[in-house]
T-cell receptor, first 116, second 116 residues
Framework: AQKVTQAQTEISVVEKEDVTLDCVYE???????LFWYKQPPSGELVFLIR??????QNEISGRYSWNFQKSTSSFNFTITASQVVDSAVYFC?????????????FGQGTTLQVKP | DTGVSQDPRHKITKRGQNVTFRCDPI?????LYWYRQTLGQGPEFLTY????????KSRLLSDRFSAERPKGSFSTLEIQRTEQGDSAMYLC??????????????FGPGTRLLVL
């Protein structure tokens, strides 16, 4: 069965530091998608990225970057030069199977606190 | 571009009362999902619709829970005879599923339920 593990419960950094959030997943599928969502204190889950398992290239979007390592089943998320507005809970997620990309299986989340 | 909206944003009720939540998805999206999130946890899947058809229900969805999506547009989630254990954030998401490609779910702001 699909499983997502985010071992870091809470991370605290000072503004402008770089921070990496870890995500390790388990799946029996050969084709799958991985997601990251951000949940600020307001509660709404904000979509950040979707990655197909065929595409192992790292992705960069502004201060955000993602490192997908199929060999270690990891999909880590790095924020460069963190800002106070990055403070939120971040979730990694995986659909249950390649034939039905319905529900998402979420990790426990990592709470990131960026201090000024 | 209008996102997913949910109403109400907050609900306080007494144990034993019935409550109903509404979700309005992004207009062209054919799939609609309900999740429940308790404090410190990731969202957990409850049920989803493709157009007006309810295609999957989680075992978390007891007989007291019912969801509808008449005409494939907005959806309602009703909880009958609420219990204190129902206290949680109820999240709605929608997506456009057009084929075997992965879909991306976009979430609403959630309805926070407190059962006294």
């Amino acid at each position: 069965a699909q499983k997502v593990t985010q071992a870091q419960t809470e991370i605290s950094v000072v503004e402008k530091e770089d921070v990496t959030l870890d995500c390790v997943y388990e799946t029996r599928d050969t084709t799958y998608y991985l997601f990251w969502y951000k949940q600020p204190p307001s509660g709404e889950l904000v979509f950040l990225i979707r990655r197909n398992s065929f595409d192992e290239q790292n992705e960069i979007s502004g201060r955000y970057s993602w490192n997908f390592q199929k060999s270690t089943s990891s999909f880590n998320f790095t924020i460069t030069a963190s800002q106070v507005v990055d403070s939120a809970v971040y979730f990694c997620a995986l659909p249950p199977g390649s034939s039905n990309t319905g529900k998402l299986i979420f990790g426990q989340g990592t709470t990131l606190q960026v201090k000024p | 571009d209008t996102g997913v909206s949910q109403d109400p944003r907050h609900k306080i009720t007494k144990r034993g009362q019935n409550v109903t939540f509404r979700c309005d998805p992004i207009s062209e999206h054919n799939r609609l999902y309900w999740y429940r999130q308790t404090l410190g946890q990731g969202p957990e899947f409850l049920t989803y619709f493709q157009n007006e058809a309810q295609l999957e229900k989680s075992r978390l969805l007891s007989d007291r829970f019912s969801a509808e999506r008449p005409k494939g547009s907005f959806s309602t989630l009703e909880i009958q005879r609420t219990e204190q254990g129902d206290s949680a954030m109820y999240l709605c998401a929608s997506s456009l599923a057009t084929g075997p490609e992965g879909e991306t779910q976009y979430f609403g702001p959630g309805t926070r339920l407190l059962v006294l």
